[in-house]
């Protein structure tokens, strides 16, 4: 057990170290970017519908609130954007409390429809409002290359280099809820409420902190996403294809497992590049095939995603014939 | 005011369909408990259907709708066999995975298969034009797709209400277990209640086709606003469905003319959040 | 010496049903009390209003000295009111020993600490044995007595077991009687919902009967089952106390 847990920590840092070194074109790291940024946005997510089972189809609105809040505050009153994430972080922090109040007693079925209608909700709104954009969209002032800038026009390394701290966050934020009495108590939560409460686990309050928690996280991920690509609109940020995304890299890996999202996003952003690539003008459809064929076929045959499916062929393996 | 009444008239039209659509999906909730995500993809689905009907058969779209509705029904029952039933026994979230999946599945497949392209219905031997009831201008082809939605809903009611196999539904929606010692095949009545409530969703679809541009994402909208007007009339109240949809239908409608048409759903979106919140049997649903 | 536990007046209506009405009892420190009844007669109910899982729609619920009425569930069994299940609620996926640790957890927020704590009551009530096995697949009899080990894990004053004697056999059956003898003799209070009347009787020091939402007895168990209008709505003949 104790060399098992160190070993992936080992393994992961050591293959996200080798990736750019083997791998260095501008096109490889932008998908070693996607990937990490992806696997930390399932990660967040992964926190409230993987261990609290809050299953939400509306985290981008969380990515949204993160993207624009840091780009508003730095073109309106020039603060940097490394403040304006913190800040982001805050203000979604809040706005999944306000949100998980109301919602949280409503069954899963009621619960994941509300957040879809949230996130559209949102979305339309922004997109609407020419106080934030609107339509247009926001553009980022480019500033000189620094990390006190948080723009670097040279080289993606750098913003390698970011998302991997991200995603290490997003993981040390799981690892450590996992290994604490919140962890035990979201999976007491995930698996009867009822029973959980008539010992003493009070299961709004830790519903809404997984939820402060994640949409954080999800919202640092959104500020990145805005320092990397310099423009920011509605559609790109606040859809429900988003959404969709992120939650499936987390069902696809593992829902309530810790690298569970990494081994979805390892998957999805490969084969969304391929699709794309492969079949051109209309590889929207087909890599919308594949992930609803993949959630299908999870759902139906290993509910918990790639990190089960690893687990029974290791029990496979392991015993002896 | 006329603006007003045609505002509401045409909501009605709408909101007619869309009760129809909705019966079929708060059918299958009340009668198995389970929420059919891709429900707006199967619209989609009856939409293309009704369009190569026309295109590749020359088939009339409103002489379609009988087709399209047994497509469908078909189409639902082998869902229900090869996607729900073997999920019935997971958690919730392997059900809610399902069926969402499903319907991405489909859009991605219509994507594929039909491309992105908008498509509509339509040749001059087809009614067009409006006419005039006082103020108001209705279209003809939104007319004629409302009283067909008009027709089928009492067909559903009928089923539902006076024959036997209508009875085991209602029987098996209220109470599984009672409806098991009654001697009803749950699992028989599971499969009905996908082919009922997909047929349903066939005939609004077959309907909306007559006039309504057909394009992949087309069961985005129509399928969120479908969850309002089943949280609006309350889970597994076919008869809350119907006056629902009717309502959000015109509220809708209402909302573009008071607000920016932009705002149009949002305000239906809201409209959920705050019934769910405050109401949430809605208007007619049990608890 | 005031009652740990004081029901005063609890009304509840439920399911368009007058589930309680009016039903009044105390519990001393270190009783066991029995709550019988028929089917229908609105003991999970009562259970549910003292609990918190119910709000009563009249009537107040007193917990060493405290108003607790309207408390969440939660919070009870901060206070140290924890209730079983008459349906096992055990959480399936998770084994025997994270079950009982959700428990211990209350008191012991460290995992580590928890965990021993955990241990302890799985081999207090004789799971030891079964501490790695996933909750679902254990024995009813297991998981009712997991139940329970993961209500004592939370060290309670008061334990309210919800028919935990039913669908045992007899021979478990008298285990789960030790055990809740074992308890009392910590200074466990205990109130006990059944219908195995043979069982209650000679178990509890005190007993209340209702009928139709109504309290009709209170009483020792001798007294109670000489009382007419229980013999008439529940008992059917003259019930003898076994020894």
């Known amino acids: ?321 | 005011m006329d603006i007003v009444a045609q505002t509401v008239a045409s909501g009605v039209l709408l909101g007619l369909i869309l009760a129809l659509s909705a019966a079929g999906l708060t059918l299958i909730w009340g009668v198995m408990d389970v929420v059919n995500f891709a429900h707006g993809d199967f619209l989609m689905l009856g939409m293309y259907a009704s369009f190569f009907g026309w295109a590749v058969l020359g088939l009339h779209p409103l002489a379609a709708v009988p087709g399209v509705v047994v497509v469908l029904g078909a189409f639902g029952v082998l869902v229900y066999l090869a996607v729900i039933r073997p999920v019935l026994r997971g958690s919730v979230l392997a059900q809610i995975f399902a069926t969402f999946g499903l319907g991405i599945l489909l859009r991605g497949v219509a994507q594929f298969a039909f491309s992105a392209d908008y498509r509509q219905i339509g040749d001059s031997s087809f009614a067009t034009g409006s006419f005039a009831v006082g103020p108001v201008h209705l279209g003809i082809p939104q007319t004629i797709a409302a009283l067909g939605a008009l027709v089928v809903s009492g067909l559903l009611f009928a089923l539902l209400d006076r024959t036997t196999v209508g009875t085991a539904l209602r029987a098996t929606a209220e109470d599984r277990r009672a409806a098991e010692l009654m001697g009803i095949d749950t699992g028989r009545m599971f499969a009905l209640s996908w082919a009922v409530g997909a047929g349903c969703v066939g005939a609004a679809a077959g309907l909306l086709a007559t006039y309504f541009p057909i394009f992949p994402d087309v069961g985005a909208v129509f399928g969120l606003l479908a969850f309002v007007t089943v949280a609006l009339g309350g889970f597994g109240s076919v008869g809350g469905a119907m006056l629902a949809g009717i309502l959000i239908g015109v509220i809708t409608s209402v909302a573009g003319l008071v607000f920016d048409p932009a705002y149009k759903f949002t305000v239906a979106y809201l409209l959920y959040l705050v019934v769910l919140v405050l109401r949430p049997q809605g208007l007619l649903g049990r608890a | 010496m005031s009652p740990l536990l004081e029901v005063d007046g609890v009304t509840k209506h439920f399911g368009g049903v007058l589930a309680n009405d009016d039903v009044s009892f105390r519990v001393g420190e270190g009783e066991i009390l029995g709550l019988l009844g028929p089917n229908g007669a609105g003991k999970t109910t009562l259970f549910n209003c003292i609990t918190g899982f119910l709000r009563p729609d009249s009537g107040r619920v007193h917990f060493a000295g405290v108003d607790v009425t309207g408390r969440s569930p939660s919070r009870l069994a901060r206070d140290g009111l924890v209730r079983t299940f008459q349906i096992v609620r055990v959480f399936p996926d998770l084994s025997a020993l994270e079950n009982v640790l959700i428990g211990a957890l209350l008191r012991h927020p460290p995992v580590d600490a928890a965990r021993r704590r955990a241990l302890a009551v799985l081999d207090d009530v004789g799971l030891a044995g079964r501490s790695g096995m996933r909750a679902r697949d254990l024995t009813t009899a297991e998981r009712k007595r997991l139940e329970v080990a993961r209500a004592l894990a939370t060290d309670p004053r008061v334990l309210l077991l919800d028919e935990a004697m039913s669908g045992l056999n007899p021979r478990e059956v008298a285990d789960a009687v030790a055990l809740v003898r074992r308890l009392r003799e910590r200074g466990l209070t205990i109130v006990l919902v059944e219908h195995v009347l043979e069982v209650v009787m000679p178990l509890a020091d005190r007993v209340v009967v209702l009928q139709e939402g109504r309290t009709i007895a209170d009483g020792t168990p001798a007294a109670v089952s000489q009382d007419p209008a229980v013999i008439e709505a529940y008992l059917g003949s003259r019930f003898v106390v076994p020894t």
């Not at chain 1, 730095?74 to 706005?95: F, I, Q, R």
């Open chain 1, 1 to 321: 057990m104790r060399l098992g847990s160190g070993l992936p920590l080992l393994a992961l840092v050591a293959a996200a170290i080798l990736y750019p070194l083997l791998f260095g074109s501008p096109a490889a790291i932008n998908a070693g970017v996607l990937v990490l940024l992806f696997a930390s946005l399932g990660t967040a997510w992964n926190l409230l519908g993987g261990y609290a089972g809050q299953i939400s189809f509306g985290h981008a609105v969380f990515f949204g609130i993160g993207s624009y809040t840091s780009t508003i505050l730095l073109k309106e009153a020039g603060l940097s954007p490394w403040a304006g994430m913190l800040a982001g972080a805050a203000l979604a922090a809040l706005a999944a409390v306000l949100l998980g109040l109301p919602t949280f007693r409503l069954a899963g079925h009621y619960f994941a429809i509300a957040t879809i209608v949230i996130a559209e909700i949102a979305h339309t709104v922004v997109r609407n409002v020419d106080a934030v954009g609107g339509a247009r969209g926001l553009f980022l002032p480019i500033l000189p290359t620094s990390l006190l800038n948080y723009e670097f026009h040279d080289s993606r390394l750098p913003y390698y280099g970011i998302a991997f701290g991200l995603y290490a966050l997003a993981l040390a934020a799981t690892l450590l809820v996992e290994r604490r009495r919140m962890g035990h108590y979201l999976r007491a939560i995930r698996e009867d409420p009822i029973a959980g409460q008539s010992v003493g686990v009070s299961v709004l309050q830790y519903k809404l902190a997984a939820a402060a928690l994640s949409a954080a996280l999800t919202a640092l991920c959104g500020t990145f996403y805005a320092q990397y690509v310099l423009f920011i609109d509605a559609d790109s940020v606040f859809p429900l294809s988003l959404s969709i995304l992120i939650a499936l890299t987390a069902i696809l890996g593992g829902a309530g497992r810790a690298y569970g999202p990494l081994l979805g996003a390892a998957v999805l952003i490969p084969l969304s590049e391929i699709t794309r690539i492969s079949f051109g003008g209309t590889g929207r459809g087909a890599d919308l095939v594949i992930y609803g064929a993949l959630i299908v076929l999870i759902s139906v045959a290993q509910p918990g995603g790639l990190v089960a499916f690893g687990d029974s062929l290791r029990r496979r393996v392991l015993r002896p014939a």
